[in-house]
């Protein structure tokens, strides 16, 4: 079964600077990704979606980015502010079930003024 | 656009007892997701629905949870008898359709479940 990485639990970084978190999938290459927001309390918000045959998404501050090659998609944010703190999380869809999500354990993200 | 709506947003019973989840999704969504999100985890599907048959459930374990969704708009999610490692947070998600283009998935609040 597919398994998603995200290769860092927490990530700090300075307001203005540009935050760059990535997902790893293991198996089979995932007919697209997408990443989600989830704020303390509440359920995982959409961002972004980006397919196998798309190198790169970008929508505002936000650029996502899917290497299949490296079996790998990074995300980042641009112009980071205290406002984008929050966990992120990356979803791999496809196998047998079509809109089936395979969700990594999310990266905390706090941007510090 | 009404969101996703759950109910209770908290719940605590002791172990052994059951408990029951609701879920309405976004009018028109033809898909709708249970998931359980253990803290510090990612959202692990339980079950999926499309309309008012069921999807995809493999990772359901269906010794002690049912979940069904009459008339392919509400859905309720149970557990008989809990045990402690079923306390999570309960998500629902429902999207305009799953087995057609790539329908991001809109999520309801949760409920917080806590087995003493």
């Known amino acids: 079964s597919q398994k998603i990485e995200q290769n860092s639990e927490a990530l700090n970084i300075q307001e203005g600077k540009t935050a760059t978190l990535t997902c790893n999938y293991t198996?089979?290459?995932?007919?697209?990704l997408q990443w989600y927001r989830q704020d303390p309390g509440r359920g995982p918000v959409f961002l972004l979606l980006i397919r196998e045959n798309e190198k790169e998404k970008r929508k505002e501050r936000l650029k996502v980015t899917f290497d299949t090659t490296l079996k790998q998609s990074l995300f980042h944010i641009t112009a980071s502010q205290p406002a984008d703190s929050a966990t992120y999380l990356c979803a791999s869809a496809g196998g047998t079930s079509y809109g089936k999500l395979t969700f990594g354990q999310g990266t905390i993200l706090t941007v510090h003024p | 656009e009404a969101g996703v709506a759950q109910s209770p947003r908290y719940k605590i019973i002791e172990k052994r007892q059951s408990v029951a989840f609701w879920c309405n999704p976004i009018s028109g969504h033809a898909t709708l997701y249970w998931y359980q999100q253990i803290l510090g985890q990612g959202p692990k599907l339980l079950i999926q629905f499309q309309n008012n048959g069921v999807v995809d459930d493999s990772q359901l374990p269906k010794d002690r949870f049912s979940a069904e969704r009459l008339k392919g708009v509400d859905s309720t999610l149970k557990i008989q008898p809990a045990k402690l490692e079923d306390s999570a947070v309960y998500l629902c998600a429902s999207s305009y359709s799953g087995t057609s283009g790539s329908g991001e998935q809109f999520f309801g609040p949760g409920t917080r479940l806590t087995v003493l």
């Open positions: 198996n089979y290459s995932p007919a697209y």
